[in-house]
């Protein structure tokens, strides 16, 4: 697997699909890029709001760890994702970390359109109001 190393590359991640977990957030995007899809590629961030430089290097190192051991089974070739590191990290044990992340990479590969997978950012249905009824006293 690659690195992510653009900022450019992280936002473009952020307009995919997502799955949340209780260590962690995974992003993920499909890149447009034709034939040869590539090697999966991976970027790893964590907020300022979660701790100090030691906790939050600590989170991402558990983090590539278990994408390093676990993530290559369900990573798919052509696809850009963003793990965001949570505090609870670092408290839940290494096994649960890596069974949360390969589920959620299952979760966002379910929606499989072009241009990204759209996991759970979906528009609301459309309310039908007053004026999509031609009829004024309703139906005939």
Do not use: C, W
């Not at 970027?43 to 558990?62: D, L, Q, W, Y």
């Not at 249905?125 to 004024?136: C, E, H, I, N, R």
């Amino acid at each position: 697997m690659d690195r992510l190393l653009k900022r450019a590359e992280f936002l473009a991640a952020a307009k995919g699909a997502r799955s949340a977990r209780r260590g962690f957030v995974v992003q993920a995007l499909l890149r447009p890029d034709g034939d040869d899809p590539g090697p999966p590629r991976v970027g790893f961030t964590v907020t300022k709001k979660v701790g100090n430089a030691p906790e939050r290097n600590r989170i991402r190192r558990r983090l590539r760890e278990a994408m390093r051991l676990h993530g290559a089974e369900v990573a798919r070739p052509g696809t850009d994702y963003v793990l965001v590191g949570r505090r609870e990290a670092l408290g839940l044990a290494f096994a649960d970390l890596a069974a949360d992340l390969r589920g959620a990479l299952k979760q966002v590969h379910r929606d499989p359109r072009p241009g990204g997978p759209a996991g759970g950012r979906r528009k609301p249905p459309a309310v039908s109001g007053p004026s999509d009824d031609p009829s004024p006293g309703g139906t005939r």
